[in-house]
């Protein structure tokens, strides 16, 4: 238009171009500081996929929908790859009824893993179903009924017994010291069906999670290291990772929150 003198009305009828697309401007934010943090994310969380990184976007803040996080999941290569699962045979379970409180019922497993030397321990896991909160992780060399016993009162003495206690098969379930701890505490232990562990689901999707997160991605040095590191884990669990199933809400969220609503009820009544 400089070097021939004519106005930008006459040079956009000539080449057929509309003034507002003449005029028109990028108004896109710059990515940057989001694509930095979304990295930082997923660098100190490996697994997580796109959905959860984007409810630690929002909890942190940024106002973005889970499109864009997704697009920018893929242009960092960020994608998290599973284990094809095999496809099993349905059929019919018994599904106890949701719990309604904390402390309504817990679920309790035992986990195998392997120090650096090759010495095998065990891992006790311990869930309210009601809450997601993880009270407990414990790992030994052996751990007996007594041993789980002397745990679970350890638990209890911050927040009570629980009504019941979801449990497989197992020989430290069945033993004697369990059912003496359970007749004395008003416990009852809900034990599944032989070959069934997906009747006991939330406590076998958590251990999959500890596997897949801290397990399968650790050395542990002696038995210290591996409490240390499982404690660690377990409190991020509880303070920083929210749940779908709570409203993503981290279960010590969750927890207060259902504590202040009690609260609130009771006086009010």
């Known amino acids: 238009m400089g070097a021939f003198r004519i106005s930008k009305l006459r040079a956009c009828k000539l080449v057929r171009l509309g003034r507002s697309t003449y005029y028109w401007r990028s108004t896109a934010k710059d990515q940057t500081p989001l694509r930095t943090r979304l990295r930082e ?3 100190a969380r490996p697994r997580f996929g796109y959905p959860r990184l984007h409810v630690m976007l929002r909890r942190e803040g940024w106002k973005v929908n889970i499109k864009r996080v997704y697009r ?4 960092e290569g960020l994608n998290v790859r599973y284990k094809k699962r095999k496809k099993r045979a349905s059929h019919l379970r018994v599904v106890p009824p949701a719990p309604t409180a904390a402390n309504e019922r817990w679920s309790m497993d035992f986990m ?18 009601f809450t997601r909160e993880c009270p407990l992780l414990a790992a030994d060399t052996s751990l007996t009924g007594h041993k789980v016993a002397e745990l679970l009162d350890h638990v209890a003495v911050e927040r009570g017994y629980p009504k019941t206690i979801t449990v497989d098969n197992g ?23 032989p070959g ?7 406590i076998e999707s958590f251990n999959g999670r500890l596997r897949d997160e801290l397990l399968n991605s650790e050395l542990f040095m002696g038995l210290h290291d591996a409490r240390q590191k499982l404690e660690t884990w377990r409190l991020d669990y509880n303070q ?3 749940h779908s199933a709570i409203g993503h809400l981290t279960p010590v969220e969750f927890a207060n929150q259902v504590r202040t609503e009690a609260h609130a009820l009771s006086e009010v009544s």
């Open 240 to 242: 920083n990772r929210p």
């Open 196 to 202: 069934k562990p997906v009747e006991n689901a939330f």
């Open 72 to 75: 920018l999941y893929k242009l």
């Open 41 to 43: 994310l997923a660098e």
């Open 171 to 193: 020989t430290e379930f069945y033993s004697k010291a369990m059912d003496s701890w359970a007749y004395r505490n008003g416990v009852q232990l809900q034990f599944i069906r």
């Open 112 to 129: 195998r893993d392997t120090l650096d030397d090759g010495r095998p321990f065990r891992i006790f896991t311990l869930v309210d179903v």
